[in-house]
């Protein structure tokens, strides 16, 4: 294909239709905005469908980036040079090839997050050090905001070499562990039926799935103790820290009504000679 050389695509330019495509920029820019407005505003009105709006969100983004890129070129050549804006793109996209070949690459990289969906707009992430909700996928980065409401801006082409973890993949609700420490010589099955029953009543459990709990020994600082694993769903993602914290408060009070000692407390409850104190005479309040 024969390509042009910088004198003949400016002599190609209509530079009297500058105002046009400063209106097709305002339009889009405009249109981009109440697009994303509006669809903020439905997710939040229509919660179980927020994740498939926000999803789509990005793909018309992408799609108005691409149409708005060709749109401009096109708009701005004579009639004789919209015969060639083939071969003007080729030209352009050679050159630029070379000079922003890491920018090039973020962009496929983008494209291609979009239509393999290894996570979405909405999911619940980790990659690397952080992790937080996808807040946007862009033609150069993914925006992640982490639980603290920093915004993190990570490169599209560092996912396509990197390991990334999804923890809702798409759905509304989502899979939450919250780890529970008691010593090892209390009651296990009193402490595993309490942290069920709190988990079970939590106001920001999803009970359409399962809630499930595990049980393990570990050795932690100078004792044994045994681990007990809360795993349930919350019914959205954004209450994820908010149910961690309930059920740790409500099991805080229900271990303390049962006299069910955690580690530190057992640790805590020995005599100069490492032996236990009973119950009665012990430290726990």
Known sequence: METLSASEILNLISFDRLPLVVIEVLVFWFGLSLLTRLAENLGER???????????????????????GFLVPYTMLRGEGQ????????????????????????????????????????????FGDYYGEVSAIGLRSVRLITLDDSLVTIPNSKFLTDAVSSGN??????????????????????????????????????????????????????????????????????????????????AKRAFRHEDIRTPDLAYRDLDIHGRDIPREAGMYP
């Open 46 to 68: 229509f919660t179980q469908h927020r994740l498939l709006l926000k999803k789509l969100q990005a793909l018309v983004r992408f799609a108005g980036y691409v149409i708005l």
């Open 83 to 126: 015969d060639v804006i083939i071969p003007l793109f080729a030209t352009l996209g050679f050159g630029l090839g070379f000079a922003l070949k890491d920018l090039v690459a973020s962009w496929m990289a983008g494209l291609l997050l979009i239509f393999d969906e290894p996570f979405q707009v909405g999911d619940r992430v980790s």
């Open 169 to 250: 993949a798409g759905a509304l609700d989502m899979m939450v562990v919250v780890p529970f420490y008691v010593s090892a010589s209390e009651d296990f099955e009193r402490a595993r039926r309490i942290l069920y029953e709190v988990a079970c009543t939590s106001v920001y459990v999803f009970l359409n799935k399962p809630v499930v709990t595990t049980i393990s020994d570990q050795f932690l600082g100078e004792r044994f103790c045994s681990v007990i694993n809360v795993k349930a769903y919350v019914f959205d993602t954004r209450y994820e820290k908010a149910f961690v914290s309930d059920i740790t408060e409500r």
